[in-house]
C-alpha cells in the first residue's frame, strides 16, 4: 500500500514539474518579426501556414463539408482549431496545432489575437491552448495571457480540421 503511494506521488510530482516547465517555457508566446506595417487575418495565417484550402470567415470553416477534409475532436500537429462566434469575436478565429503538450494542452500558431496593448494583426507562435470542456473534447478552450500570468475566458471551439483530405 506504501509502496502504491509512493509511486502514486513520484507521477503527480513529475506532472506538477511537467506542468510549470511547459508554463514556464511558453509563458511568453513569440510573436514573429514580419513587416511593420503588416496585418495578417487568422484565416490568411491557418491557410498558408497549414496547407488547408478554405475560405471564409473563420467560424464557416466548421460548416463547409464539401471541402473534404476530415474533422474531428482530438488535437493533432497541423490540424486547425476552430473557435465558434462568440462576444467580440464575431468571425470566429482559427490557430493551426504545432504541438500536443499533453491530453488537455496544445501550443498553436495563429494571426490577429491580439493581447492587451498589442496592435492587432500579428502572428504569434506556440500559444498556449487548454481545453476546459467536461467531457474533454476540446469543445471549450481557454488560451494563455502571458501578461496576466493565467488563462483568459472560456472560448466555445467547434474541433480540428485536418490538413489530409479524405481519400
Given at each position: 500500500m506504501e509502496d502504491n503511494r509512493k509511486l502514486w506521488g513520484a507521477a503527480l510530482l513529475r506532472k506538477i514539474l511537467w506542468t510549470a516547465i511547459v508554463l514556464a517555457t511558453f509563458a511568453v508566446p513569440a510573436t514573429v518579426p514580419r513587416d511593420a506595417e503588416a496585418s495578417y487575418t487568422c484565416v490568411q495565417y491557418a491557410r498558408s501556414f497549414s496547407g488547408i484550402e478554405i475560405y471564409g470567415d473563420?467560424?464557416?470553416?466548421?460548416?463547409?463539408?464539401?471541402?473534404g477534409y476530415k474533422r474531428g475532436q482530438t488535437p493533432t500537429d497541423g490540424a486547425v482549431l476552430v473557435f465558434k462566434r462568440s462576444g467580440k469575436m464575431i468571425f470566429g478565429h482559427v490557430g493551426v496545432v504545432?504541438?500536443?503538450?499533453?491530453?488537455?494542452?496544445?501550443?498553436?500558431n495563429h494571426a490577429n489575437w491580439a493581447l492587451p496593448g498589442e496592435r492587432k494583426g500579428q502572428i504569434r507562435e506556440s500559444h498556449l491552448v487548454r481545453d476546459v470542456s467536461k467531457a474533454g473534447d476540446w469543445s471549450a478552450v481557454r488560451v494563455w495571457y502571458p501578461d496576466r500570468q493565467a488563462f483568459g475566458r472560456v472560448y466555445p471551439t467547434y474541433g480540428f480540421i485536418y490538413p489530409s483530405r479524405r481519400v
Open positions: 473563420a467560424w464557416t470553416w466548421w460548416h463547409q463539408k464539401k471541402t504545432v504541438h500536443q503538450v499533453s491530453d488537455r494542452d496544445i501550443l498553436i
